[in-house]
C-alpha cells in the first residue's frame, strides 16, 4: 500500500505576510476519510503562535473549537502538525493565532483513511507528482 494513493494532499491556505491576526484554513470535507493531519509553519517561533482545529457540521458554517487542540510553535520551533482522527463533524480546518508577529507558511491538510475510494493527488495550479512502483536504477 502506498501513501499517494491512500492520503489526500490539499493545499488550504497560502503564504501570510507578517501579523499578528488570526488565520483561518479553507475546509475540508472529511465524508470517506478516517483522519487529517495539517502542517504548517510560522516565520517566527513564539509560545504565543498557535494552532487549533475547529469543526462544524455544515460547509461554510460556524466553526467550533475541538477541545484541547492547541499547539505552540514554541520558543524555538517554527513547523507545527496536528492530527484530527474520526472528528464529529464532517467539516474541520485549521485556525492560527499569531501573538507575535510571524508569517504563515501554507496550511496543507493530509486526509487519509479512504475507505474504499483510491485517492488522485494532482490539482491543476496546486499540487502534481506522480507515483513509482519498484523502480529500476537509471535517468530520472
Known amino acids: 500500500m502506498n501513501l499517494s494513493s491512500n492520503a489526500k494532499l490539499t493545499k ?4 501570510t505576510t507578517a501579523g499578528t491576526t488570526a488565520v483561518a484554513s479553507d ?52 513547523d507545527v502538525w496536528l492530527d484530527i482522527f474520526r472528528p464529529i463533524d464532517r467539516y474541520v480546518r485549521l485556525e492560527a493565532a499569531r501573538g507575535t508577529s510571524s508569517t504563515l507558511e501554507s496550511i496543507w491538510a493530509v486526509q487519509y483513511g479512504p475507505g474504499k475510494m483510491k485517492v488522485s493527488n494532482v490539482t491543476s495550479g496546486t499540487i502534481i507528482g506522480e507515483l513509482h512502483e519498484s523502480p529500476a536504477e537509471g535517468t530520472a
Open 12 to 15: 488550504l491556505q497560502d503564504h
Open 27 to 78: 475546509e475540508v470535507d472529511m465524508q470517506g476519510f478516517e483522519g487529517v493531519l495539517f502542517l504548517t509553519s510560522f516565520g517566527t517561533a513564539a509560545a504565543d503562535n498557535t494552532v487549533n482545529a475547529a469543526q462544524s457540521s455544515v460547509s461554510g458554517g460556524t466553526f467550533v473549537d475541538l477541545e484541547g487542540t492547541s499547539v505552540a510553535s514554541g520558543t524555538s520551533d517554527e
